[in-house]
T-cell receptor, first 114, second 116 residues
Framework: GNSVTQMEGPVTLSEEAFLTINCTYT??????LFWYVQYPGEGLQLLLK?????DKGSNKGFEATYRKETTSFHLEKGSVQVSDSAVYFC?????????????FGEGTQLTVNP | GAVVSQHPSWVICKSGTSVKIECRSL??????MFWYRQFPKQSLMLMAT?????????EQGVEKDKFLINHASLTLSTLTVTSAHPEDSSFYIC????????????FGAGTRLSVL
């Protein structure tokens, strides 16, 4: 079956530091890959996505590249801000419809200190 | 756009009672809604998938008589935890799929259930 593995947290950084959150996956086909973010007290929000190998998803300064050869989708940001403090979830979907299920990683808590 | 509202955000109930959680898509029609359960410091576990007007599809190991899901309209799905017990205490999250958004899901803020 499908699975997603994220680096263990929590991760604590100082403002303007470089961020990497590792994510690897196992899938039977060619999934779409996602990063969702959950701010305190809020629901998950889509941060970025990539639908095929070598695609790069980007949003709000965050980037992730779909690496088929290493089955990875690592999240990066060059300079984090305090407002980036949240829980980040890597996920995959093998379908292309609104009814397609998502498989989530464990989530990584990020805390950015001023 | 694509806002999902979940209510209540927090509920405390006595053991043996039933609790209903509502999930509404506020500005779109949701072709599919999903219900997840999240344990502390763990990932989201899919409980069931529901389509409007049809029976929900439950994941293996999820008791359908325990967790009743009703998807009466394209904007409302409800999860009822029947005869709740302390082990049902958890964080329940719903999401909705939008036909034109393919495999993207829009999430509610979640409901914290505490069973005494």
């Amino acid at each position: 079956g499908n699975s997603v593995t994220q680096m263990e947290g929590p991760v604590t950084l100082s403002e303007e530091a470089f961020l990497t959150i590792n994510c690897t996956y196992t899938a039977t086909g060619y999934p779409s890959l996602f990063w969702y973010v959950q701010y305190p007290g809020e629901g998950l929000q889509l941060l970025l996505k990539a639908t095929k190998a070598d695609d790069k998803g980007s949003n709000k300064g965050f980037e992730a590249t779909y690496r088929k050869e290493t089955t990875s989708f690592h999240l990066e940001k060059g300079s984090v801000q305090v407002s980036d403090s949240a829980v980040y979830f890597c996920a995959l979907s093998e379908g292309e419809t609104s009814g397609s299920r998502l498989t989530f990683g464990e989530g990584t808590q990020l805390t950015v200190n001023p | 756009g694509a806002v999902v509202s979940q209510h209540p955000s927090w509920v405390i109930c006595k053991s043996g009672t039933s609790v209903k959680i509502e999930c509404r898509s506020l500005d779109f029609q949701a072709t599919t809604m999903f219900w997840y359960r999240q344990f502390p410091k763990q990932s989201l576990m899919l409980m069931a998938t529901s389509n409007e007007g049809s029976k929900a599809t439950y994941e293996q190991g999820v008791e359908k008589d325990k967790f009743l899901i009703n998807h009466a309209s394209l904007t409302l799905s409800t999860l009822t935890v029947t005869s709740a017990h302390p082990e049902d205490s958890s964080f329940y999250i719903c999401s909705a799929g939008l036909a034109r958004a393919k495999n993207i899901q829009y999430f509610g803020a979640g409901t914290r259930l505490s069973v005494l």
